[in-house]
């Protein structure tokens, strides 16, 4: 399992482009393997016949472990394999301790020759039970037979009547049945990563937040008159390009706030890298825009369509998602008013932006209704002060209440 992303320490085969038995050129795509990030192509550094394949889709891996063999035809290939004779034969050779999700792509046979569906585990559980598992219905995907099936069934066997809900998707999942009292539900390569992720920036990193209100007339209105201009060539700008364009710029002017923590020293970055925080099925990927203060809104609004769109498709490059010096998170077009964003190591600070509100507000002594957007940021308290931090966001409201700063 090669290393296919900077921050991969694992990955789950998504599927086998090339059987046993196929001839295998140096450079030809082997698998597709889904990282911590997305979807990646796994390819030969070596050429000759594909042996042995020691895992199946579905199965996770660590870096480093070997799940496949390329060899000559006639090489004696036994000292790698060992005596796993199939991939099914080397999922059971596992630690039972590894994660469900890796043998819910086994398949098993059960007496009289008929194929059943079953991960390893809840074949081994439905043995222990003296059980058969032709009377068991799964709730994995495509029907497998999981362990919570498994003791769903030893359950009912007992007098107890639960019920499996399978998973139909990401905001699609039907109501609980009744007595279902929860669901486990085994985690993507991408939903680890997070969980680690946020245990790495909480825990070692003092944060502290400073929050703004910016009046955001202006960019409303600078907005409408630009996508007019844009109309012609079948462009348009978003609000949040806005925002992106003037963080990249306010960053340029503050490069104490475009920085990060390195133990002994800080370092300040002169090229401006955003990442900016895009909503996937599996949770949060942060796709970067290099050199974000010298790009103009419209190629800021294609680039950030086009790797979001990368995004959700799990088909982005490391290199598009990695090196970000600093990040934006805006949640406005759900309905949230304010929120605060967790830092991602080792930049030194994020902006959570809330949703633009028409909001009562006094001017001249008046009460008067203007579209006002709150910004939070989260900062790295080792290297951004509060004063580094308010003049840093003093800066993006200027820029955003007066728009034409930003388009000159």
């Given at each position: 399992?090669?290393?296919?992303?900077?921050?991969?320490?694992?990955?789950?085969?998504?599927?086998?482009?090339?059987?046993?038995?196929?001839?295998?050129?140096?450079?030809?795509?082997?698998?597709?393997?889904?990282?911590?990030?997305?979807?990646?192509?796994?390819?030969?550094?070596?050429?000759?016949?594909?042996?042995?394949?020691l895992i199946g889709e579905g199965a996770t891996a660590g870096v480093g472990d070997v799940i496949a063999v390329i060899a000559g035809p006639d090489e004696d290939i036994s000292g790698l394999v060992g005596s796993a004779g199939t991939p099914q034969e080397a999922y059971e050779t596992q630690s039972q301790e590894v994660s469900e999700a890796a043998y819910e792509a086994?398949?098993?046979?059960?007496?009289?020759?008929?194929?059943?569906?079953?991960?390893?585990?809840?074949?081994?559980?439905?043995?222990?039970a003296d059980m058969d598992l032709q009377t068991v219905q799964g709730s994995g995907p495509g029907g497998r037979i999981v362990m919570r099936d498994v003791e769903?069934?030893?359950?009912?066997?007992?007098?107890?009547?639960?019920?499996?809900?399978?998973?139909?998707?990401?905001?699609?999942?039907?109501?609980?049945?009744?007595?279902?009292?929860?669901?486990?539900?085994?985690?993507?390569?991408?939903?680890?990563?997070?969980?680690?992720?946020?245990?790495?920036?909480?825990?070692?990193?003092?944060?502290?937040?400073?929050?703004?209100?910016a009046d955001m007339s202006r960019t409303l209105a600078?907005?409408?008159?630009?996508?007019?201009?844009?109309?012609?060539?079948?462009?348009?700008?978003?609000?949040?390009?806005?925002?992106?364009?003037?963080?990249?710029?306010?960053?340029e002017r503050h490069p104490d706030v475009n920085a990060q923590w390195s133990g002994d020293a800080i370092r300040r970055h002169y090229r401006v890298h955003l990442g900016v925080a895009v909503a996937v099925e599996d949770g949060l990927i942060t796709p970067v825009i290099r050199d974000a203060n010298r790009k103009g809104l419209a190629q800021i609004s294609r680039e950030v369509r086009e790797?979001?769109?990368?995004?959700?498709?799990?088909?982005?490059?490391?290199?598009?998602?990695t090196g970000s010096t600093f990040s934006v998170s805006n949640l406005g077009m759900f309905g949230i008013h304010e929120f605060t964003g967790i830092i991602n190591p080792p930049e030194?600070?994020?902006?959570?932006?809330?949703?633009?509100?028409?909001?009562?507000?006094?001017?001249?002594?008046?009460?008067?209704?203007?579209?006002?957007?709150?910004?939070?940021?989260?900062?790295?308290?080792?290297v951004i002060d509060g004063a580094t931090g308010a003049r840093f966001?003093?800066?993006?409201?200027?820029?955003?209440?007066?728009?034409?700063?930003?388009?000159?």
């Open positions: 399992m090669e290393a296919l992303s900077p921050t991969m320490e694992e990955g789950q085969l998504v599927k086998w482009l090339k059987a046993e038995g196929d001839s295998v050129s140096v450079g030809e795509i082997l698998a597709e393997i889904e990282t911590d990030k997305a979807t990646m192509e796994l390819v030969a550094r070596g050429e000759g016949v594909l042996r042995k394949v086994a398949r098993v046979t059960i007496g009289g020759g008929d194929r059943v569906k079953a991960s390893p585990l809840a074949r081994r559980l439905a043995t222990e769903a069934a030893k359950d009912g066997a007992s007098g107890v009547s639960v019920t499996s809900v399978p998973r139909a998707g990401a905001g699609t999942d039907p109501p609980a049945a009744p007595g279902v009292d929860f669901e486990d539900r085994p985690l993507s390569q991408m939903r680890k990563t997070i969980a680690k992720r946020l245990v790495e920036s909480l825990s070692p990193v003092p944060h502290f937040f400073l929050r703004i209100t600078a907005r409408k008159r630009v996508n007019q201009l844009l109309e012609a060539q079948g462009d348009k700008v978003s609000i949040n390009d806005f925002i992106l364009k003037a963080t990249a710029n306010a960053l790797l979001a769109a990368k995004g959700r498709e799990k088909k982005l490059q490391p290199e598009e998602y030194a600070g994020i902006i959570a932006v809330g949703g633009i509100e028409e909001t009562p507000a006094v001017e001249g002594g008046q009460v008067v209704v203007k579209p006002l957007m709150k910004v939070t940021m989260s900062c790295d308290h080792r966001l003093q800066t993006l409201k200027e820029m955003l209440e007066e728009p034409a700063v930003i388009l000159v």
